[in-house]
């Protein structure tokens, strides 16, 4: 199932990847329009159109209409910035040192709206491995504190952990042993089926883009779960919350 899992996953982190050149008409301040495949990198923007490759000051575009007829905005680093967004994030989960998963390891993705210059909605979901493997599916609440190609964020994300895993847990009763010869007890034990539980993640990061379409970011936050285990054969439920310091890093996708 892990494998699978991650199998899925890269998938979809390879999306975003062979798709960071943009299509479009770009339109020059001299009046010229070119038809083709655009990247920003820095302060210029460079440009596939007939087969061959042009390089532009960023300051040198006026407009650029994408494939869907949308003008795309700049900011102030000349940069264009599309409304959606792709963040693939890896990093640890850590906890106390006594814990039997004291650091398990966390990988997500999420794609991005954005509806304002610094709001922006997401989902995603990842793969988590605590003592089962486990699929986190949330919503992204994100906001930049400037316009900046380097930017701190704040960002709130709240989603249900999915188990992929029958439970690793017992549970043991004690029962009198009423028809024994010798007085005493005897012992039963239960296997515990894994059935998830909400996560709530906030915190705080840094984003860096190297370029229009492709950046970095850090985040570091706290992260809550309640995972819930239930007897097969009784009412028997069994709560474990998880508190943990959360450090990622990021590659973000425009």
Do not use: C
């Not at 905005?73 to 994030?89: G, Q």
């Not at 004690?174 to 024994?180: E, I, L, T």
């Amino acid at each position: 199932m892990k494998k699978l899992l991650l199998f899925f996953f890269a998938i979809f982190v390879a999306f975003p990847v062979f798709s960071q050149l943009e299509k479009g008409h770009i339109h020059l301040k001299n009046g010229t329009v070119l038809k083709g495949k655009y990247q920003f990198s820095d302060d210029k923007i460079h440009i596939i159109s007939a087969g061959n490759l042009w390089t532009f000051e960023a300051s040198e575009v006026d407009t650029i209409i994408d494939t869907r007829n949308k003008k795309l905005n700049f900011n102030r680093d000349f940069s264009v910035e599309s409304a959606l967004f792709y963040r693939i994030e890896a990093g640890l989960l850590i906890g106390n040192s006594q814990n039997s998963q004291s650091a398990p390891f966390s990988l997500t993705g999420s794609v991005n709206y954005r509806f304002e210059p610094r709001f922006s909605l997401g989902a995603g979901f990842g793969a988590e491995f605590f003592n089962e493997s486990y699929l986190p599916v949330f919503l992204n609440l994100e906001y930049k504190l400037n316009d900046n190609f380097s930017s701190p964020y704040v960002f709130l994300k709240g989603g249900y952990q999915i188990a992929l895993e029958d439970g690793s847990m017992f549970y043991y009763d004690v029962y009198p042993a009423w028809n024994s010869i010798w007085p005493g007890y005897y012992y039963a034990h239960d296997n515990l089926n894994a059935k998830g539980g909400v996560l709530i993640h906030p915190g705080v990061g840094y984003t860096h883009m190297f370029s229009s379409g492709i950046g970095m970011s850090f985040a570091f936050g706290y992260q809550f779960h309640r995972l819930q285990y239930k007897a097969e054969e009784d009412d028997y439920r069994l709560d474990v919350d998880y508190n943990r310091l959360v450090i990622k890093i990021g590659i973000l996708f425009n």
